[in-house]
């Protein structure tokens, strides 16, 4: 929490939490001490298996999944991913594997809506520009969904004056919120 001489209120930072998935000990503990050595605001959870990767996410709202895809078990990552979206389809999700011409997990990855491919081994700098190009894109998009549904719900308040007679508005003003609800719309 952060407090601003200018206001009694605090200031509270909103951490973005992922879960990471992979069953390799040593390399899940890397790439958490990486992500958080470069972005304090980053709340890493770690799972060791596809069971405990369900758990967590059942339990907690996350803004991003990475995964592995091969793994010991019943499930591997992409079954895991695929699990998790049916309960939180908004998360967002990086996906890394080592075996890429073996089964072809790329496509399957597709499937479950992943935003971005990594093919181990990797530099723990390109996944950090992932996981920042991932976070970025969501927060654009959230963005453009607000402004959406701000610019709908001032037109559907503008045509209930219209429509009830409650006040006059203007043909100009109707037009500006129309041209300003249609840009709205082509830019989401």
Do not use: W
Not at 14 to 23: F, G, H, N, Q, S
Not at 54 to 66: G, H, K, P, V, Y
Not at 121 to 144: D, I, M, N, W, Y
């Amino acid at each position: 929490m952060i407090f601003d001489p200018f206001n009694e209120a605090p200031i509270i930072l909103m951490r973005e939490k992922i879960l990471l998935l992979e069953d390799d000990e040593a390399l899940r503990g890397e790439v958490a001490d990486s992500l958080e050595d470069v972005d304090q605001s980053l709340q890493i959870v770690q799972a060791a298996n596809a069971i405990e990767a369900i758990e967590a996410a059942r339990s907690t709202q996350f803004d991003l999944m990475i995964t592995d895809v091969r793994m010991a078990g019943a499930k591997d990552g992409l079954g895991a991913l695929a699990e998790v979206k049916k309960f939180c389809p908004a998360m967002h999700s990086i996906v890394m594997t080592g075996h890429m011409y073996e089964d072809r997990p790329e496509v399957r990855a597709m499937r479950c809506g992943t935003d971005f491919f990594l093919k181990k081994p990797f530099g723990l700098a390109k996944l950090s520009r992932a996981v920042q190009q991932v976070l970025e894109t969501r927060q654009t998009q959230a963005s453009l969904a607000n402004q959406l549904k701000g610019f709908l719900n001032s037109a559907k308040r503008k045509l209930l004056r219209v429509t009830t007679g409650v006040s006059e508005v203007e043909e100009a003003e109707v037009h500006q919120e129309r041209r300003l609800l249609f840009s709205a719309y082509f830019t989401a």
